[in-house]
């Protein structure tokens, strides 16, 4: 098979195209023909040898931890009715997933639709899930006006759509006019252009006597704080990373003199059981078109390529490899 091979930890280069024998299902496993792979931004970590909070991986590795496609082999203990069916999966720290067949624990299979595609499916398992999750946290109502950062994003478009569907006004803010047409395009009620100086007043003037509620923020740095300012008295923001490689700042003030709320949505890693859970759970919103993830496709032999573009914030929706 041909799969992407990791032997030094460093920068995209470091993933090579390489022809690999083929992997065979253990105890409990199945191998699956793969028809995408998911790229997460903590694969770029784990390729500098940063595992944030991980296991760092031993070397030579075949990176990537999330996978659809369909069933070729069944491992020793596992049902043969599972031979053919379309599956997804999220291989958890034991990677494999950016090649052309990867094993999974039968466990961990989740089975899909004919008419949902391999890379909404592989979208849903890990960043739908994360979707689930922090909109749990999030809790939107009609009433809410809700600021995304990033809202082209793996995770913001999901968020968009998932406000939308609540009733709730969005302001979705992009990084430039590609990706702000994207957002417009999912339905948001006022789009916005981060890069263009003053988008922020811009904002508060589309709005008109309306004020943002709640800010949905995984970039952090000036650009948190900018949504952040636009949350009117009592509203709320709430965190779960910071792409640009720095928090959102949130002073006592902010706090104690404008009322407002701060929330880490991820808290602890869930267990098992709740994993399991919210990736039905995404599965379920993907299956029945509720939500449509938007997706960035590369050729598995770029992954070098999808690594830099993510690590440059280059992308739009979910990053996915096809074989």
Excluded: C
């Excluded at 991820?266 to 379920?284: D, K, V």
Aim: hydrophobic fraction near 45%; charge should be negative.
């Amino acid at each position: 098979m041909n799969a992407i091979r990791q032997h030094e930890f460093g920068p995209p280069e470091t993933l090579r195209y390489e022809r690999l024998p083929d992997p065979a299902p253990a105890d409990g496993q199945v191998r699956i023909a793969v028809e995408a792979s998911g790229v997460h931004l903590i694969d770029t970590a784990i390729r500098r040898g940063e595992a944030w909070g991980f296991p760092v991986p031993e070397l030579p590795m075949v990176p990537g931890r999330e996978v659809a496609g369909t069933v070729d082999e069944v491992g020793p203990g596992v049902d043969d009715a599972w031979s053919g069916r379309r599956v997804v999966a999220h291989l958890g720290l034991a990677g494999g997933g950016y090649a052309e067949r990867a094993v999974a624990s039968v466990e961990a299979l989740h089975e899909i639709p004919e008419h949902l595609a391999a890379d909404a499916a592989v979208t849903a398992i890990g960043t739908g899930r994360t979707a689930v999750a922090i909109l749990d946290v999030a809790a939107l109502t009609p009433a809410d006006v809700v600021v995304v950062t990033a809202a082209a994003g793996g995770l913001g478009n999901l968020f968009v759509q998932a406000a939308l569907g609540a009733g709730a006004a969005v302001v979705g803010v992009a990084g430039g006019p590609e990706k702000a047409a994207r957002v417009r395009a999912l339905g948001a009620t006022v789009v916005a252009d981060h890069r263009e100086p003053g988008w922020a007043e811009r904002v508060r003037a589309a709005l008109g006597e309306r004020e943002a509620s709640v800010v949905l923020d995984g970039v952090g740095a000036s650009l948190g704080r900018e949504a952040l300012g636009l949350l009117r008295a009592g509203g709320r923001i709430v965190l779960f990373g910071w792409a640009s490689g720095e928090p959102t700042q949130i002073s006592t003030n902010d706090l104690i003199g404008r009322g407002l709320t701060a929330t880490w949505a991820l808290g602890q890693r869930p267990s098992p059981e709740r994993r399991r859970e919210l990736e039905t759970r995404a599965l379920g919103e993907f299956v029945s078109g509720r939500l449509v993830p938007l997706t960035h496709r590369f050729g598995l032999a770029e992954a070098a390529a999808a690594h830099a573009a993510v690590e440059a914030r280059a992308t739009i929706g979910k990053t996915v490899l096809v074989p």
